[in-house]
């Protein structure tokens, strides 16, 4: 089996495996990085230049510098972390989260926006939890708009135990030129991610009477009968106990 390495500017990222599949998952990933990269067989001397190194779980090499352990299941990880570390952060994995409809997500590790989403509110906690497996104290910061998304996300990560905080997304949402339409969201996550914020175990939420007519009028629109749903159900659709649709349904019962 051969071993990568990968040059930069700072060092280079030699990845040593004997694990055929992930040598090829690693591979790939330095590809899609747009990361040059070089081989030499294992056992080879690690070259002078190198910084950080990535390996197998069950590979047995010697270096004294950082050492990433990967797995073929997520190499995406992996490589994200060698950058960071190369790039001279801390590596710690840190989520954004610009609540709404769909959210957008920005996940960093260090300093260096590793992946980005936007994705329905009812599937961003998943995706966040998915984002941070397996990393170590990651944090997860949410802006402070769009209160009724924005307390679901909160409360369902806070749930399942992950630390929160909240924080004043005032000005995260950037100016958009010609071409980069729809992006805004995303945007403002990765501003949002680099901002300290109050640690939060949930988020009380009371919707406004605003707030409850918007989506009574969102239910007639829905609803096949052009039927409004009552406050009652209106007032649990805001708290994320029911969805619309499970709302309409419950009032023609």
């Not at 914020?197 to 009380?204: L, Q, Y």
């Amino acid at each position: 089996m051969l071993l990568l390495a990968a040059v930069r500017v700072v060092g280079v990222i030699v990845v040593a495996t004997e694990d055929f599949e992930l040598y090829h998952e690693l591979l790939a990933e330095l590809r899609d990085r747009d990361v040059a990269f070089t081989t030499i067989e294992p056992g080879d001397p690690i070259p002078e230049e190198a910084a950080v190194l990535v390996t197998g779980e069950s590979d047995d090499v010697d270096a004294a510098l950082d050492t990433v352990v990967a797995d073929a299941d997520d190499a995406r990880k992996a490589v994200d972390e060698a950058l960071a570390v190369l790039r001279g952060g801390t590596g710690r994995t840190i989520v954004g989260v610009d609540p709404g409809p769909n959210p957008g997500i920005a996940v960093l590790s260090g300093d260096l926006v590793v992946a980005a989403f936007r994705v329905p509110v009812e599937d961003t906690v998943d995706v966040v939890l998915d984002e941070i497996e397996g990393a170590l104290d990651p944090l997860v910061r949410v802006g402070d708009g769009a209160r009724l998304h924005g307390a679901r996300v909160v409360d369902g990560l806070a749930e399942a135990g992950v630390t929160v905080e909240l924080v004043d997304e005032t000005g995260t949402t950037p100016y958009l030129g010609a071409g980069v339409r729809g992006l805004d969201d995303v945007l403002a996550a990765a501003n949002i991610a680099r901002l300290e914020g109050e640690v939060v175990t949930s988020r009380s939420f009371e919707p406004t009477p605003g707030e409850l007519q918007v989506i009574k009028n969102r239910s007639r629109e829905r609803s096949a009968e052009n039927q409004t749903i009552p406050e009652s159900l209106a007032r649990r659709v805001a708290r994320g106990e029911l969805t619309l649709d499970e709302a309409i349904e419950e009032h023609g019962e």
